[in-house]
């Protein structure tokens, strides 16, 4: 207090001046701007959520599009897992065979049966999709081994894996038979397709001879269960099991 009495008068208001400045430099520096750097991030952060609004609200808009669409697919992968047989075994082919053979006015006198291979695993599918987001080159290639043909593949694990065998029949019958026959084919409830077909004229029976080999899928896993399927009315025994026939009499 000594001091300040000591100074002079123009002395006290230089100090005054210089105290208010401090004053308001630190105001400015600690008030204003630290306000105004929060109000800066307040404001950029109101803009991002402003556009995360009219998004929702966009999206909320088109809900029920979405839920439309959603549950379409639902529907669709549905439909498309009910047409992909859940099992895949020899005895369960010949059946279908015989179904053909009935359906087609056909005669079947041979049937061979194809490797069963792993065509589809949902599991490796999404190792190397998550592999590859992660930018990594690890080879997942899944090995597809055969099945046991004489073996039911059936589901093991959560994950779903598909296969594909192939099945090939020589056949006899009318040309109008051949067309039933690609028809049932064709809109079977399980999915199937013709890989190829071959047809000759046999001027002894006046039919046509050929094969036809047929393309299987299957898909197994998840809460897929194995299809029941009887051989309730199957006729056992048959007097010429090889199927001949009397020559014309000339």
């Known amino acids: 207090m000594e001091v300040i009495r000591k100074l002079s008068e123009r002395e006290k208001n230089l100090l005054f001046i210089l105290l208010i400045f401090i004053i ?5 520096q600690f008030g204003y ?6 109000t800066d991030a307040l404001s950029s952060e109101n803009l991002e959520l402003n556009v995360k609004l009219n998004d929702l609200k966009q ?51 041979a049937i061979s ?20 987001a992660n930018g ?10 055969n099945v046991e043909n004489t073996a039911d593949v059936t589901a093991e694990g959560n994950g779903l894996k598909g296969y594909q065998s192939s099945i090939t029949i020589n056949y006899q019958t009318n040309y109008g038979g051949l067309k039933k026959a690609i028809d049932f084919i064709n809109n079977y409830h399980e999915k199937m397709r013709i890989q190829s077909i071959t047809a000759a004229f046999d001027s002894t029976t006046g039919n046509l001879t050929g094969t036809i080999t047929i393309d299987l899928f299957m898909l197994s896993g998840g809460d897929r269960e194995t299809e029941p399927f009887d ?13 001949t026939f009397e020559l014309p009499v000339e």
């Open 59 to 109: 999206k909320d808009v088109a809900r029920e599009k979405y839920m439309e669409e959603t549950n379409k697919m639902i529907a669709d992968t549905q439909n498309m897992f009910n047409h992909l047989a859940a099992s895949m075994t020899q005895d369960k082919n010949t059946i279908f065979v015989t179904k053909l053979e009935k359906e087609a006015g056909m005669i079947v006198s």
């Open 231 to 243: 051989i309730n009315g199957i006729e056992l025994g048959t007097d010429n099991i090889f199927g």
């Open 113 to 132: 049966f194809g490797n069963i291979n792993e065509i589809y695993d949902s599991k490796e599918m999404a190792n190397s999709t998550n592999q590859t």
């Open 24 to 28: 308001l430099f630190f105001s400015y």
């Open 136 to 145: 990594t080159s690890k080879d997942t290639s899944s090995d597809t081994s």
């Open 33 to 38: 701007v630290k306000l105004t750097e929060k």
